[in-house]
Each structure stands twice: as structure tokens, then as C-alpha cells.
């Protein structure tokens, strides 16, 4: 079964306008993280902005904030604003459960990504 | 801002060929990780790495792959025999402690060509 589920391949968005990138995700551990991550055409990988599955409020990070529905286990980000340097593939992740509760170190499980281009 | 150094950034070998891929972590970072993104698909993890050895692997990460930490930085991922499906970008990140909600950062990443 696939961890992180992000249903939208591709999407265009008008300058100046919010984007909203789905991501919903699937675990046990009531210990997780959820991260976006954006990656531009030149391929590096850019952390944008974390949720913890204990933390009570949504997560911002200047334009970005994170949708945080833990009983619908989705997990969206909301970019503000849209600018076209945001033009770039948008990975949601998860990492499950910590050392002392698991086996795992920390891997993070990826979504095959939303393709987000900015008009202008 | 300190950040995840690779190199090369594009190596092209030959099917068979050993090849080494080579990333200095952030200096106070303790967990080092390596993924890898087929072309068009999604990042995959391979190996986390912590105190000097291997803390997890994935199926993927059979006995053609090794990672050292030869001295005080560097960390790296050899190939021994490469195939062509090994042909992928390669991404080394590293996080400063291993919990939940400790952010990995990313290099960025070598891209590894296998003719």
C-alpha cells in the first residue's frame, strides 16, 4: 500500500493566486512527520515546511502553510501568493514512528510528486 | 546557511564500472542518508547511516552498494557493479539528531548516467 498518496500530477496556477497541493498518507505509528519538499527543473531538493503528528496547530512557513487533517490523515500545502519561481515538482513526505518506538531511523517515504507551473 | 555538498554532479559510466559518489553533510549534522530519483519517478530511499554504520536499508540497497565515512566529512555511496537501471539522480541529506521531526536536508544530487 502506498505510504503517501499526492493524486494531482500536474497543476496550473495563476500568478498572485493560492494553490492548495493534496497529500494524504497512510500510517500506524501515532508518531510521524510529515515534510514538503520542492524541487525546481534544476533537481535539488528544497524543505519547505514540517507538521508533527502531536503538534496542535498548522504549520506556516512564510507563503507555505500545511493543511494538517490528522482524522482524514491528509496533510495539504497551501502556497500563497503564487510566484513564478515557484514553478517546481512538489513532494509531500512521511517519516514514521523514532528510534525508541520503532526500528526505523528516520527514512522518509515520498509521494510521486505535484507538478505545479505558475502563469503569469 | 550551511549546506549538503555533492559530487560529481553528473557522472556517466559504463555498464560493469565501480563509481563512487561523494557528499559532504552539514558539519555538526550525526544521521546521513542516501536516496535515489529514477527519472519521472518518485525518491526512493536507500540508506541511513549513524555512529559509523548502516541503521537502515531498503530492498534496493543489495550487496552491489556500500557507504563509508572515509574521515570527519565525507560520506559516500559506491556502486560496485553498475547496471543501467542504476541510472538515476542520487541524493545524500543529512539531519542533525534522528526524530520524527527532524528535517533532512538535501544535496544537490549527483546524476548518475549508466551506458
Known amino acids: 500500500a502506498q505510504k503517501i498518496t499526492q493524486t494531482q500530477p500536474g497543476m496550473f496556477v495563476q500568478e498572485k493566486e493560492a494553490v492548495t497541493l493534496d497529500c494524504t498518507y497512510d500510517t500506524s505509528d501515532p508518531s510521524y512527520g510529515l515534510f514538503w519538499y520542492k524541487q525546481p527543473s534544476s533537481g535539488e531538493m528544497i524543505f519547505l515546511i514540517y507538521?508533527?503528528?502531536?503538534?496542535?496547530q498548522n504549520a506556516t512557513e512564510g507563503r507555505y502553510s500545511l493543511n494538517f487533517q490528522k482524522a482524514r490523515k491528509s496533510a495539504n500545502l497551501v502556497i500563497s501568493a503564487s510566484q513564478l519561481g515557484d514553478s517546481a515538482m512538489y513532494f509531500c513526505?512521511?517519516?514514521?514512528?523514532?528510534?525508541?518506538?520503532?526500528?526505523?531511523?528516520?527514512?522518509?517515504?515520498f509521494g510521486a510528486g505535484t507538478q505545479v507551473v505558475v502563469t503569469p | 546557511e550551511p549546506e549538503v555538498t555533492q559530487t560529481p554532479s553528473h557522472q556517466v559510466t559504463q555498464m560493469g564500472q565501480e563509481v563512487i559518489l561523494r557528499c559532504v553533510p552539514i558539519s555538526n549534522h550525526l544521521y546521513f542518508y542516501w536516496y535515489r530519483q529514477i527519472l519521472g519517478q518518485k525518491v526512493e530511499f536507500l540508506v541511513s547511516f549513524y555512529n559509523n554504520e548502516i541503521s537502515e536499508k531498503s530492498e534496493i540497497f543489495d550487496d552491489q552498494f556500500s557507504v563509508e565515512r572515509p574521515d570527519g566529512s565525507n560520506f559516500t555511496l559506491k556502486i560496485r557493479s553498475t547496471k543501467l537501471e542504476d541510472s538515476a539522480m542520487y541524493f545524500c541529506a543529512s539531519s542533525l539528531l534522528g526524530g520524527t521531526g527532524d528535517t533532512q536536508y538535501f544535496g544537490p544530487g549527483t546524476r548518475l548516467t549508466v551506458l
Open positions: 507538521q508533527g503528528s502531536y503538534d496542535q
Open positions: 513526505a512521511m517519516r514514521e514512528g523514532d528510534r525508541m518506538t520503532t526500528d526505523s531511523w528516520g527514512k522518509l517515504q
